[in-house]
């Protein structure tokens, strides 16, 4: 009898397991339905978004985890960096996604509004979108600045697929206005975002810093000009504008995009067209001189950002040519391991653009050489602000069509990614900060 009983218990999950396949079956279909109510891109711009953070998270984690067994370690000059870190959080997948700026940038989401400004070393946009999110998240104002740029990173991702698949496909740059699909390519589009995913210091799009918030600015005005909605286009440079000094210069290449859309004709009727189309261009440089005008109603001095960056850092404009050649002949190898990054980036984005896509040629002109006319200073984050030139993406979406070439690039950038991302980590943060 003891024997029936144990081979009842034993026939038991025999005779319960077509039902249990049956109803995994039935929650596969739910979840399948549930994806396929997701509008498209955005299942596939979430997934890469929660797999990278996923992947990157952990890495990081392990990463420090390791490195709290080395002797030494952090570094005496990053000890009160460890300590910010762990101010804001006492979970590791949280705080290492902080580091140098982002402590100023919390520093200026929390200063009261009553009371005179004094801090002018960094456009508002950032630390401002994050007040009205603290109070959601208790009062944290770091985590806000947190979410606000990984907020910007899930829509720089849409924006990077939709641009990549417009100006990669066979409906390239110029393309009918009303922005069909006909003759885009998602393929590539999915492309672009890996690749904008593995530049080399690609993981400063989740940290609480201003990289995400930039570049998705910069695509989704460039996007909405390919589609000839200019409107837009001058409302999201306004606000590009207000990201970074860098970003008013945005107007050039995208007045590009404008006249190349009319054949860079220059005919009194065409003149009026260019006139009457691009005139929300002027919300651009708007945007500068809208931080300038608070500038001035604070501190009565236009140039108090130029100012506080000389005071601060060292930094004044010089000529980006004299600085770079400079860096590529001195004593200091990391200056020049940086500059020559970003000769290299030029170099890729000269031979892999197309003469349509010369408004992002000129674009990444911009984001690499302004800030090389820093001065010196600029060096320590040059591998930062390379992110800003998102048109090497392109170059390498569309040079890896073939799948060999694709998965060697892939597994070589993501390489170096990890690298760069342990010396980040490590503290080594001068590197990259």
């Not at 009983?5 to 995994?24: K, S, T, V």
């Not at 996007?223 to 001058?234: I, K, S």
Request: aromatic content about 14%.
């Amino acid at each position: 009898m003891v024997d029936g009983r144990r081979a009842g218990a034993a026939d038991a999950p025999a005779m319960d397991r077509p039902e249990a396949e049956a109803r995994l079956r039935r929650t596969g279909r739910r979840v399948s339905g549930l994806a396929a109510r997701v509008p498209a891109p955005w299942g596939f711009v979430l997934a890469v978004f929660v797999g990278s953070k996923v992947v990157l998270s952990l890495v990081g984690v392990i990463a420090l985890s390791a490195w709290d067994g080395v002797p030494g370690a952090p570094p005496a000059d990053e000890v009160m960096m460890r300590v910010q870190q762990d101010a804001v959080s006492p979970y590791r997948w949280i705080s290492l996604w902080f580091a140098w700026d982002s402590f100023l940038y919390d520093h200026l989401a929390q200063l009261p509004l009553d009371r005179p400004w004094r801090d002018f070393g960094f456009p508002l946009l950032y630390p401002f979108l994050a007040r009205p999110l603290a109070p959601l998240l208790g009062g944290h104002t770091a985590w806000a600045l947190l979410l606000v740029s990984n907020l910007a990173l899930i829509f720089q991702l849409y924006y990077a697929h939709q641009l990549g698949a417009r100006l990669l496909g066979s409906g390239s740059a110029g393309g009918p206005a009303d922005g069909a699909a006909g003759g885009d390519d998602p393929a590539a589009g999915r492309r672009f975002v890996r690749y904008l995913l593995l530049l080399p210091t690609a993981f400063l799009f989740q940290a609480a810093l201003t990289e995400s918030l930039f570049l998705c600015l910069a695509l989704a005005a460039f996007w909405y000009a390919e589609r000839r909605r200019w409107l837009l286009v001058g409302i999201v440079g306004y606000f590009l504008a207000l990201s970074r000094s860098v970003g008013f210069l945005v107007v050039v290449p995208l007045a590009l995009v404008l006249l190349r859309q009319h054949g860079y004709r220059l005919d009194p009727r065409t003149l009026g067209r260019y006139l009457r189309q691009g005139c929300p261009l002027l919300l651009v440089p708007a945007g500068w001189l809208t931080f300038m005008a608070f500038c001035r109603w604070q501190s009565g001095d236009w140039y108090a950002y130029k100012h506080a960056q000389e005071k601060g850092w060292g930094i004044s404009v010089q000529n980006p040519f004299r600085v770079a050649y400079a860096a590529l002949t001195g004593d200091n190898s990391a200056d020049a391991l940086r500059v020559w990054c970003a000769v290299a980036v030029l170099v890729v984005v000269v031979a892999g653009m197309r003469w349509a896509e010369l408004p992002y040629l000129v674009y990444t002109a911009i984001v690499v050489l302004v800030p090389l006319s820093m001065g010196p200073p600029v060096h320590k984050s040059l591998l930062r602000y390379l992110l800003a030139a998102f048109p090497v993406g392109l170059v390498l979406a569309r040079w890896a069509r073939r799948a060999t070439l694709d998965t060697w690039l892939t597994a070589a950038l993501a390489l170096l990614q990890g690298a760069l991302f342990v010396v980040w980590l490590t503290y080594w943060t001068h590197f990259i900060i």
